[in-house]
């Protein structure tokens, strides 16, 4: 007869608690493979990335290009770096995960650099399409040398060298006098652009202004035209472009009469009163020189040109002494006599008012 036991977790006999055991130790082995099972291939399948895994050969990448890196196309994000990894000295082999369906826009012919993704100078993958080439194969593995990096990273390190290889001394001291100059020039401007801001200001009309303006020009216009061209008419039609007979053209007799008149004034008036003076010239040089004495004398005879304004000041103050019509002028004569003191005290036991501040009595 089997012997029953009694423990804290299981009862019954010997049997019974061992076929019990069994059990449990066979759930916990069978619940095990299921995981392992399901860790190794369920999960795995069920959360493998989507989209295009692609192996890309290339000899070097451009700074700030890691895992997680984008990768553009046309500007656009399209997929991102997944591993970096150097395989042969100078070969570094970039793994890249496209999204779905972009096999449809990208071909295995395609250029790449490495360049901003945005004005925050964030690094990416640019990839350039080409039409030409086969469709691309998840897992394939091609050979790029890329078209160039164009980084932030870069752009600023070849900058720094350009500078340091340009900007010597001598170019800082050139820079520095221009500065100096311009300096210089600044009132200059500043007046030129004070009297553009007044010429500007003061040719501020209305509209309306300007066509009344141009209304009142175009309107005398038709009988500036008839004037202008009754001119040339009678210009046209004068007497010294008839001729004798009357026809219309140049009179060559008149004209001749005229060109002879003309040259014996220029040579036997004016030519023979130059050659007088040229022969005299001793003899005119004490007279020119009198005449330049007593003009340069005269201007400090006449106080610079303030005598006559003094005179004709003088000549309207006795002017204005006289009054009354012609023939029946009296001289009006004001005579001071309040500031004497014989005259002050008499004055003022007559009554007459004091003449005001800065006025005397007559």
Do not use: C
């Amino acid at each position: 007869m089997a012997k029953t036991r009694n423990q804290d977790f299981l009862r019954g006999t010997d049997r019974d608690q061992k076929r019990i055991v069994n059990i449990a130790a066979a759930g916990v082995a069978a619940t095990v493979a299921v995981v392992l099972a399901a860790t190794m291939w369920v999960y795995p399948t069920y959360h493998e990335p989507s989209g295009l895994a692609l192996n890309v050969q290339v000899p070097y990448v451009g700074p700030g290009v890691g895992t997680g890196t984008k990768v553009i196309l046309h500007g656009a994000e399209i997929g991102e770096v997944t591993g970096l990894e150097k395989t042969d000295p100078g070969t570094v082999r970039m793994s890249l995960q496209l999204r779905s369906g972009i096999s449809a826009r990208l071909t295995d012919d395609f250029d790449l650099d490495f360049r901003p993704q945005n004005y925050f100078g964030i690094s990416a993958v640019d990839l350039i399409a080409h039409p030409e080439g086969n469709r691309l194969v998840s897992g394939s593995t091609l050979d790029k040398t890329p078209a160039g990096d164009f980084t932030m990273s870069t752009m600023l390190e070849k900058g720094s060298v350009a500078v340091d290889g340009t900007l010597t001394q001598s170019m800082v001291t050139t820079l520095n006098k221009v500065v100096r100059y311009t300096d210089g020039l600044t009132p200059l401007i500043q007046s030129g652009i004070i009297l553009a801001d007044r010429v500007a200001a003061t040719q501020q009309t209305m509209p309306t202004e300007l066509m009344r303006r141009a209304d009142d020009i175009l309107a005398v216009l038709p009988a500036f035209g008839d004037q202008a061209v009754d001119a040339l008419y009678n210009v046209y039609n004068s007497s010294y472009n008839r001729r004798p007979d009357g026809s219309v053209g140049v009179d060559d007799a008149f004209m001749d009469k005229t060109d002879e008149g003309l040259g014996l004034a220029a040579n036997s008036l004016f030519g023979k009163a130059g050659h007088l003076l040229a022969s005299h010239g001793s003899q005119l040089t004490p007279v020119t020189q009198l005449v330049q004495a007593m003009g340069d004398a005269m201007p400090h005879m006449l106080g610079g040109g303030k005598a006559p304004d003094k005179l004709m000041t003088l000549i309207d103050r006795y002017n204005a002494a006289f009054r009354g019509s012609n023939g029946h002028k009296t001289l009006s004569l004001r005579i001071v006599v309040d500031d004497l003191p014989m005259f002050a005290t008499p004055l003022a036991l007559t009554g007459i008012p004091t003449a005001p501040a800065g006025e005397e009595h007559r």
